[in-house]
């Protein structure tokens, strides 16, 4: 690294970032992703970006966080991009611009991120930043559950329950929502106990409902 070799700045970077190897530094760890990331590696202007953005080894500076997102995003790296249109969608360090947050949304999606692909399914869902199409939202939401990301089988759920895009169905919705549940997500919890105790794709049970209830509330 100090031969100014850019893979071994960023190693670097990383070992005292999560301390592994050396006592955990995040000033050390900013430091050494910044020597790499003025090289063009792509994972520690990313990485950088990140720091910035939790005021990690520097000081929190929205404007350091899009530029070295940007740089990342624009060298093809999905994180980067997931994280700039987040920045985009909340105008945070950018102008709020929903048009913006969609397309790295879906430079991201494109490339398997399950969270912008889950982003890019609300933008559809919604109509933010892209026409409304239900279709297209079910397309991304689908895409990203298939790699098991519990918010997106929740909405996945909430389109069967709700008829938007799909034809009716509450056992599919509880399905899906029974798939998000199981991983802890609070929002999918609280709908299966609704379902539950409603009747709605399954047998009522307020036993099972009151169940999901308390898990939704821990």
């Known amino acids: ?28 760890a900013a430091k050494w992703y910044r020597k790499a990331a003025d090289q063009g590696i792509v994972e520690a202007q990313e990485n950088l970006g990140l720091m910035y953005e939790n005021g990690q080894g520097v000081p929190q ?5 899009r ?3 940007r740089m990342a995003a624009e060298q093809g ?3 980067a991009q997931y994280n700039l249109g987040f920045n985009y969608e909340n105008g945070q360090g950018v102008p709020q611009d929903d ?7 879906r430079l991201a999606a494109e490339q398997g991120h399950p969270k912008a692909q889950y982003s890019l399914g ?7 930043g892209v026409p409304q199409d239900y279709a297209e939202a079910f397309k991304w939401y689908r895409e990203s559950l298939r790699q098991g990301y519990a918010p997106a089988q929740h909405k996945f759920g909430a389109l069967y329950a709700n008829a938007k895009g799909v034809t009716q169905s509450y056992a599919q919705a509880l399905k899906w929502y029974l798939r998000s549940a199981k991983q802890g997500y609070a929002p999918a919890q609280h709908d299966v106990a609704a379902m539950y105790g409603s009747g709605q794709g399954a047998k009522q049970d307020f036993v ?4 999901w209830y ?3 509330a821990l």
């Open 208 to 211: 099972e409902a009151g169940k």
């Open 99 to 105: 048009a913006e947050a969609a397309k790295w949304y």
């Open 61 to 65: 500076d929205p404007l350091e966080v």
């Open 214 to 216: 308390r898990k939704a």
């Open 122 to 128: 609300i933008s559809y869902e919604i109509g933010q």
């Open 1 to 28: 690294a100090d031969q100014e070799l850019a893979l071994a700045q960023y190693n670097l970077g990383r070992m005292y970032h999560s301390g592994k190897g050396v006592t955990q530094d995040y000033a050390e």
């Open 67 to 69: 530029k070295w997102y």
């Open 77 to 79: 790296n999905a994180t």
